[in-house]
């Protein structure tokens, strides 16, 4: 199994900056890519940002000059800096993985995480 876990939700005003983690533990052989997901209430869950194992990157419009993705893959940690946050960046943040899980087998197993809560405040 794996197991993804969020943290660096704050409450914060606009024009402030956060760091989300996402630590991706258990049996992994190896992370094809991750992501960032967000969803607001009363709306869908929409892609904020993804990382691939290349390191190249996709980011919703929306947050385009403002986030920032990275991953650390020794330590299967993904992290996205998040700078001059609006009340429309409120959401709980999702932490995705893509994972290959044994040498053995090819097959690719998608996770996710319980998420962590951003709030910005006027």
């Known amino acids: 199994q794996v197991r993804l876990v969020e943290s660096g939700g704050d409450s914060v005003q606009t024009g402030g900056s956060l760091t989300l983690s996402c630590v991706a533990s258990?049996?992994?052989?190896?992370?094809?890519?991750m992501g960032w997901y967000r969803q607001a209430p009363g709306k869908q869950r929409e892609l904020v940002a993804g990382?691939?194992?290349?390191?190249?990157?996709v980011y919703a419009d929306s947050v385009k000059g403002r986030f920032t993705i990275t991953r650390d893959n020794a330590k299967n940690t993904m992290f996205l800096q998040m700078n001059s946050l609006k009340p429309a960046d409120t959401a709980v943040y999702i932490c995705s993985a893509t994972v290959q899980i044994s040498y053995r087998d090819s097959n690719l197993y998608d996770y996710w995480g319980q998420g962590t809560q951003v709030t910005v405040t006027l």
């Open positions: 990382i691939f194992s290349d390191d190249s990157t």
């Open positions: 258990g049996t992994i052989f190896s992370v094809e890519k």
